[in-house]
């Protein structure tokens, strides 16, 4: 054998080889583009899997978060309205003919004095509880009516050994007041919660 054909079959023998690595490598490049492709179709469904899941999670606390403000407001606003019903009695009562009033007054003191109290009578209802000393003693309570006027806006304040009471529209209203919200919440909301 010559040199030349040495050569030549030294070629041939490279050629195939590198043709055979050359084949090899493609065949590993499509492998690899193969398991890349699918790795990448995998990620992405399991991105958009979790983006929906984030989006459901977010969009059920948007809807939670919207009814607890809807029910904030709700009831806010029907606190808004027994408040305003228990305004509306507090002035209906202060509204009372001057002769049902005094005998508003004159119970709410028989009920807290026991005797020998000491009344100061508001300002702003001195006028409209003249006749009290002779109510008290129809209904036999025993007070002494103060010339010193008491700072309340309306009603009188009884004092004594041991009484320290208000009694007038406001007083009455607040001393009454969770058993009057529950029956304006009826009237006004039925059954509803």
């Known amino acids: ?56 999670e977010q969009a059920a606390t948007l809807v939670a ?6 029910r904030d407001t709700l009831l806010a606003r029907k606190r808004e309205l027994t408040e305003a019903v228990l305004e509306d009695a507090r002035a209906a009562l ?17 009920k807290a004095a026991a005797g020998g109290e000491t009344l100061l009578v508001s300002r702003a209802d001195a006028a409209r509880l003249s006749g009290l000393g002779h109510r008290l003693k129809d209904l036999g309570v025993d007070v002494t009516i103060s010339h010193e006027p008491a700072h309340l806006p309306g009603g009188v304040l009884v004092v004594g050994d041991r009484v320290r009471a208000e009694v007038s529209p406001h007083a009455l209203v607040e001393d009454y007041r969770e058993q009057l919200l529950l029956v304006a919440a009826r009237a006004l909301f039925g059954g509803e919660e």
């Open 94 to 110: 202060e509204a009372l003919p001057d002769d049902e009033y005094l005998d508003l007054i004159a119970h709410g003191i028989a």
């Open 65 to 70: 978060n919207a009814r607890l403000s809807t």
């Open 1 to 56: 054998m010559a040199l030349s054909d040495i050569l030549v079959r030294i070629d041939e023998d490279a050629a195939a080889e590198a043709g055979k690595i050359l084949a090899d490598a493609k065949s590993e490049a499509a492998r690899i583009l193969a398991e890349a492709t699918a790795a990448a179709a995998h990620e992405r469904e399991q991105t958009l899997a979790e983006a929906e899941r984030v989006a459901r």
